[in-house]
């Protein structure tokens, strides 16, 4: 039997960050924070990643629209469209909000003098003085 070593890919270190819950300024800054840098290459990865987990909730919702609108036309998929529709909207509505709260999170991170939001250091959480 051969045995395999599992090591992390190097581009894929410190990755695993994730928003827990919803896309709320406290979750989406906690995010930024775990970064514990203020890189502009490092915050600008993060904030694609973030960008585009949250802009996929408004194209979701692009395609409700657009399905839900096609079903609406036929007399046997209005009974769907209909709802479609209507879910379509909440979820471009949803994401536009999620997006607003990426991008305002990262204006204030990358000002943390005028808001006093620090980085953590994860060395220091032992250190005593």
């Given at each position: ?32 924070r ?62 536009a ?33």
């Open positions: 039997m051969r045995s395999e070593e599992h090591t992390p890919e190097s581009g894929k270190q410190g990755t695993t960050m994730e928003l827990h819950g919803t896309f709320e300024i406290d979750s989406v800054l906690a995010v930024f775990e970064t514990g840098s203020y890189d502009p290459d490092i915050l600008d990865g993060r904030l694609t990643d973030l960008l585009d987990r949250a802009d996929a909730v408004t194209r979701k919702g692009t395609l409700f629209l657009v399905l839900g609108s096609m079903a609406t036309v036929t007399l046997v998929g209005s009974p769907l469209g209909f709802p479609l529709v209507l879910a379509g909207f909440c979820l471009r509505q949803t994401g909000r999620h997006v607003s709260a990426v991008r305002r999170a990262f204006d204030l991170y990358t000002r943390p003098q005028e808001h006093s939001i620090e980085p953590r250091n994860p060395k220091s959480k032992g250190e005593t003085k």
